[in-house]
């Protein structure tokens, strides 16, 4: 059974509404002003407030605002003996159902209640289903989200492994990919980059020297200068990396920055020869870290040079062969740490 609070400064009005909906099957409770109408609404929850608008003390407009406010759930009616435009749209401005003048045609009152029920019925059954909703969407979600950091350990251990078999295969620059990758993911710091676009980064880092597997591995280990024939099988591998790697759907362009990574920004860098903004912004990081990392390194064919002479390298070819901004951050980071990629 529905419960029904009229609120009505005038006891016959107050008596009339609430012996005809009574009869009608509604359970009706009766407030003479606002301070009551609270107190009712304290003891018991209701479907609906009938509520004057011109009572004593607090008006029905207040009181029906915090009723609507509150979010209680009892669907509001208006019942004034002033047929004012501006007072009927503040009324439903407020929220309220619907708007009853007297004298109270009784029928009409009837139809507002029955009206005012289904309406509120509709709408509880609404946030039901929209709680629902939303309840399984952050489910799905969080489902979502735990196959994706799954999903990235699998990836990132993948790499780790690609990364890890490439040293292997060549001792004398074991480590180096890690050390590019370490040192690339500080200078993308450095310039205050997105962590996706650096997780981008340190993902090619790891396997940016992915195409030396199809350079022999005596020619990796030579100890003396390479000939023209081994120089260029050796500046193959970004392109032989890019192939394997084209084909697999990374979520940042791992291959193509592969591609790049010995691209320089006046052209003179290979295997295509691009320049400027032609190059990714990932590749011309990747490039100073790995020029960075090869020289303070120990090579078969030369020893590792110094911080003074890596710095000289850097300065030297800053906003020529390397990204200005690059260079800053690599420099600041070599200023300040010195050598230290382990």
Known sequence: MAGILIVDDDPSVREVQRQFLEAKGYECVVASNASEARSQMQRRAFDVILCDINMPGESGIELIRDVVHNGNGIAPLMITGMDDPLVVKKAFEIGAYDYITKPLDLSRVLISVTNALHRRELEINDRAYRYELENRVMERTAKLQETMVRLEKTLDGVIDTIAFTLEKRDPYTSGHQRRVARLAC???????????????????????????????????????????????????????????????????????ITFQHHERIDGSGYPRGLSGSEILLEAKILGVADVVEAMVSHRPYRPAFGLDKVIEEVLKNRGILYEAEVADACLEILKKDGVKLD
């Not at 676009?197 to 591995?217: F, N, Q």
């Not at 100890?223 to 890019?242: A, M």
């Open 186 to 256: 500080s200078i993308g710091k450095g310039m205050n980059l997105p962590e996706d676009l650096i997780s981008g980064l340190r993902m090619a880092a790891l396997i940016h020297d992915i195409g030396k597997i199809y350079v022999p591995s005596d020619i990796l280990s030579k100890p003396g200068k390479l000939s023209e024939t081994e120089f260029g099988l050796i500046k193959c591998h970004p392109q032989v990396g890019y192939e394997i790697l084209k084909k697999i759907e990374f979520p940042w362009p791992i291959a193509e």
